[in-house]
């Protein structure tokens, strides 16, 4: 059985369906959720429900082969700056100390874009941003540069652990294609570099790091591999990012946020284009 925190959300809605269409038995683990088989509700600032929750639940599962950790609060601005950090890396902490408990090797966590820059309001060191660039510029991303730094540190506590971290960028629900009415604004979505991704195809890239888990920690882009912008890339890097390097390679309208790796070393392949 795989657990998925965070179940209730857009992400973690589409995760559990994908998974399931995959034949995968799946808990969804979070504060609110629909009540029944397939789901338990946790606060996972709580370190003791974390543990209990992932050493099993009676009538829900008696251990687990995997854990995707989703759950977050989203953005800032939800509740105050400090609370957004103290509650997403409590819980995380609390998720990946009760997972080396409980002995789950493969675990999938949700990082974000806002560690690598976003706003975006310094040019990054070049176009696309890979993976290597991290960048915090409010708690949030500093919140999410953390959780990956302790990762990369926990891992190394289990033997054969695999840990992958997803920065995921804006995640667009299926039902939310109006907003690229805006496209041709060359300030539409500046702050996300252009980028964006379906809720689908984010499930997808869970999928795919679950199938491709091996020891160790790594991190991935999550983007969908064309812009949400009707104007070219090299066009909005020049406009947005004046003398910041510029892939030579660079497609018409590739994402400004790189997702070579992601496609290269997991087989990710989006499936749904705005366009």
């Known amino acids: ?114 560690a690598m820059g976003f706003p975006f309001d310094e040019a990054p060191p070049a176009l696309p941003v890979d993976e290597s660039y991290t960048s915090a510029n409010n708690t949030y991303g500093l919140g999410k540069v953390v959780e990956e730094a302790m990762a990369a540190q926990l891992v190394r506590w289990l033997p054969g652990a695999s840990y992958t971290a997803l920065r995921f960028t804006n995640v667009v629900g299926a039902d939310e294609y109006d907003t690229f009415d805006r496209a041709a604004d060359p300030l539409y979505r500046r702050d996300l570099l252009g980028s964006w991704v379906d809720a689908r195809d984010g499930a997808a890239a869970v999928a795919c790091a679950l199938a491709a888990a091996r020891p160790g920690f790594r991190v991935y882009n999550v983007a969908a591999p064309t812009s949400g912008s009707a104007i070219t890339s090299r066009e909005l890097a020049g406009s947005w990012f004046p003398g910041t390097p510029v892939a030579d390679d660079l497609g018409e309208f590739e994402s400004l946020v790189s997702t070579r790796r992601i496609q290269a070393e997991l087989g990710f392949r989006a499936e749904h284009d705005w366009r």
């Open 1 to 114: 059985m795989i657990a998925v925190t965070g179940s209730s959300g857009k992400l973690g809605r589409a995760t559990v369906e994908r998974l399931r269409a995959d034949g995968r038995d799946v808990l969804g683990l979070d504060v609110a959720g629909p009540a029944g088989p397939g789901f338990t509700r946790v606060d996972l600032t709580d370190g003791g429900q974390t543990l209990d929750a992932l050493l099993g639940v009676t009538a829900r599962h008696q251990g687990l082969e995997a854990l995707v950790h989703l759950a977050a609060v989203p953005v800032n601005g939800i509740v105050p700056d400090a609370t957004t950090f103290r509650t997403n890396v409590l819980a995380s902490f609390n998720v990946l100390h009760a997972a080396q408990r409980a002995g789950i090797t493969t675990v999938v966590l949700a990082s974000s874009i806002t």
